[in-house]
């Protein structure tokens, strides 16, 4: 017969979302979540649309008109929206190292936001790191949020930053120094996935690989398929080279979020989306790098908060990608495999 210990210990070897025996309560709140979640994707499949999840957009929380996002979502049919706060330096000063955001997300609009925790960014993270990391691992423990992210380990501006003038957000820190090992190991132990904004570049990819070694249970999402800001750095990324990846790391995922094929990083002048041809088709070698892994992409519109009011453009955009791929791994790229990522079972 098992002995209660035996039985804890075997329970807590699973991931966070399928254990914690005290948190019933919590799981309870889980399922009612997932049922809302259902019903909204499902309204949608049956109207003849195509919903997706997305699952990587950000904000600033106290700027965030929640209604106006909310009914973009019903307009364009998009089913979940995973929208990380970033924690600003206003909000930092004033001592935040945790913003609720989801809490109030939910609180209105509980069929349509995933709890996400905060943007893993300057000065929370940098600044503060033991706290801001010690908030986002307690939200998961009290099951608050389901993900984590987006953290910045290698980030170079970003095109409206350089357009403002802001080139300060040019962010390196190593994978595999004692942040990237944190977020890892607490992945693992939890089964709790993360997303990583991480610059391709030829010598980041060998520190990645060896943390995806050590930490082969990490549910890692990689944001930013193929978005290269300086094609000369990055030799070795190529379809072959991720397909190779997600061959050797069986909870590695990359999320969808890029820009058009006339999106064009300002600091390099190139076009960064290396998904596109120049005539605007998906190239053949990533197209069938997708439908060869369909279950490990993830479709995210990658909204922030100096861009949350272009979500028709960024929806548009986004639906243009989705639509070249085959019709089935549309629907595995849109939403389920969010789901299984999310849940640890098939959307049905
Ligand atoms: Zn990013």
Redesign the pocket.
């Given at each position: 017969m098992m002995t209660r210990r035996r039985f804890i210990k075997i329970f807590c070897a699973l991931p966070l979302f399928v254990c914690l025996p005290g948190l019933a309560e919590s799981i309870t709140g889980v399922a009612t979540l997932k049922d809302g979640y259902a019903r909204r994707l499902k309204k949608i499949l049956a109207a003849g649309d195509l919903p997706y999840i997305d699952i990587?957009s950000s904000c600033n929380s106290r700027k965030l008109d929640i209604e106006f996002v909310a009914k973009r979502m019903d307009r364009l049919n998009i089913g979940l929206m995973a929208l990380s706060a970033d924690i600003g330096h206003g909000q930092f000063r004033d001592g935040v190292v945790f913003d609720p955001l989801s809490e109030r997300l939910l609180a209105s609009y509980p069929d349509r936001f995933i709890p996400v925790g905060n943007g893993g960014q300057s000065p929370a993270l940098t600044e503060a790191t033991d706290s801001f990391l010690d908030a986002q691992e307690a939200a998961v423990r009290d099951r608050k949020i389901l993900l984590l992210g987006?953290y910045?380990f290698r980030?170079y501006p970003s095109p409206r930053q350089v357009k403002r003038g802001e080139l300060d957000r040019d962010v390196q820190l190593p994978i595999d120094g004692p942040i990237g090992h944190r977020v890892f190991s607490f992945s693992e132990k939890t089964g709790v996935p993360f997303?990583i904004?991480y610059e391709i570049e030829d010598e980041l990819l060998a520190p990645l690989e060896q943390m995806l070694a050590q930490y082969p249970k990490a549910r890692v999402i990689w944001?930013?398929l193929a978005q290269i800001r300086y094609i000369e750095r990055a030799s070795r990324y190529t379809p072959t080279y991720v397909e190779a990846l997600l061959n050797r790391f069986p909870n590695l995922y990359f999320d969808t979020?890029f820009g058009d094929a006339n999106s064009i990083y300002p600091l390099s002048n190139q076009r960064h989306a290396r998904v596109w041809a120049n005539d605007g088709a998906l190239l053949p070698a990533w197209r069938d790098l997708i439908a060869a892994c369909p279950s490990r992409f993830l479709s995210a519109l990658?909204l922030g908060g100096d861009r949350i009011e272009r979500i028709v453009e960024y929806d548009q955009n986004h639906r243009n990608f989705l639509k070249r791929l085959p019709a089935q791994v549309q629907h595995q790229v849109a939403y389920r495999n969010a789901w299984s990522l999310l849940f640890g079972e098939e959307f049905a």
């Amino acid at each position: 017969m098992m002995t209660r210990r035996r039985f804890i210990k075997i329970f807590c070897a699973l991931p966070l979302f399928v254990c914690l025996p005290g948190l019933a309560e919590s799981i309870t709140g889980v399922a009612t979540l997932k049922d809302g979640y259902a019903r909204r994707l499902k309204k949608i499949l049956a109207a003849g649309d195509l919903p997706y999840i997305d699952i990587e957009s950000s904000c600033n929380s106290r700027k965030l008109d929640i209604e106006f996002v909310a009914k973009r979502m019903d307009r364009l049919n998009i089913g979940l929206m995973a929208l990380s706060a970033d924690i600003g330096h206003g909000q930092f000063r004033d001592g935040v190292v945790f913003d609720p955001l989801s809490e109030r997300l939910l609180a209105s609009y509980p069929d349509r936001f995933i709890p996400v925790g905060n943007g893993g960014q300057s000065p929370a993270l940098t600044e503060a790191t033991d706290s801001f990391l010690d908030a986002q691992e307690a939200a998961v423990r009290d099951r608050k949020i389901l993900l984590l992210g987006e953290y910045e380990f290698r980030h170079y501006p970003s095109p409206r930053q350089v357009k403002r003038g802001e080139l300060d957000r040019d962010v390196q820190l190593p994978i595999d120094g004692p942040i990237g090992h944190r977020v890892f190991s607490f992945s693992e132990k939890t089964g709790v996935p993360f997303q990583i904004h991480y610059e391709i570049e030829d010598e980041l990819l060998a520190p990645l690989e060896q943390m995806l070694a050590q930490y082969p249970k990490a549910r890692v999402i990689w944001c930013h398929l193929a978005q290269i800001r300086y094609i000369e750095r990055a030799s070795r990324y190529t379809p072959t080279y991720v397909e190779a990846l997600l061959n050797r790391f069986p909870n590695l995922y990359f999320d969808t979020a890029f820009g058009d094929a006339n999106s064009i990083y300002p600091l390099s002048n190139q076009r960064h989306a290396r998904v596109w041809a120049n005539d605007g088709a998906l190239l053949p070698a990533w197209r069938d790098l997708i439908a060869a892994c369909p279950s490990r992409f993830l479709s995210a519109l990658d909204l922030g908060g100096d861009r949350i009011e272009r979500i028709v453009e960024y929806d548009q955009n986004h639906r243009n990608f989705l639509k070249r791929l085959p019709a089935q791994v549309q629907h595995q790229v849109a939403y389920r495999n969010a789901w299984s990522l999310l849940f640890g079972e098939e959307f049905a």
